[in-house]
């Protein structure tokens, strides 16, 4: 369930055809500090229409996987924290430094 402090983000999937599908959900829950992953059924649309597969950090789709911090697979998008521009960045995107 949705709350006031849980923050979305939506994962995007862009198939060989240049469609895209809106595969997966990641959530943020500030009252619990955890995050959560989840596929949509756009995960399901993608693998009936293009051959989307599941990620290879979260092998099925029907599975809500939890951890107490971002998961690898989204923190390593995260520019290096040595750059210059690495606080800024987070404030950004509404990241607490202390999870990355």
Known sequence: ????N??????AWQAPDRNW???????HDDDKDNYEFAYT?????AEK???FKPLL??????????ASELFPLFANRIIARS????DDY???LDLDPNHI
């Not at 369930?1 to 006031?4: F, G, R």
């Not at 950090?57 to 939890?66: E, G, I, M, T, V």
């Open 90 to 92: 987070l404030r950004s």
């Open 83 to 86: 750059r210059r521009e690495f």
């Open 6 to 11: 849980m923050k979305t983000v939506f994962l």
């Open 41 to 45: 059924n756009g995960a399901l649309q």
């Open 49 to 51: 229409a293009a051959g």
């Open 57 to 66: 950090a979260f092998p099925d789709f029907n599975k809500h996987y939890c």
């Open 1 to 4: 369930m949705q709350t006031e």
């Open 21 to 27: 599908f809106p595969v997966g959900c990641l959530m």
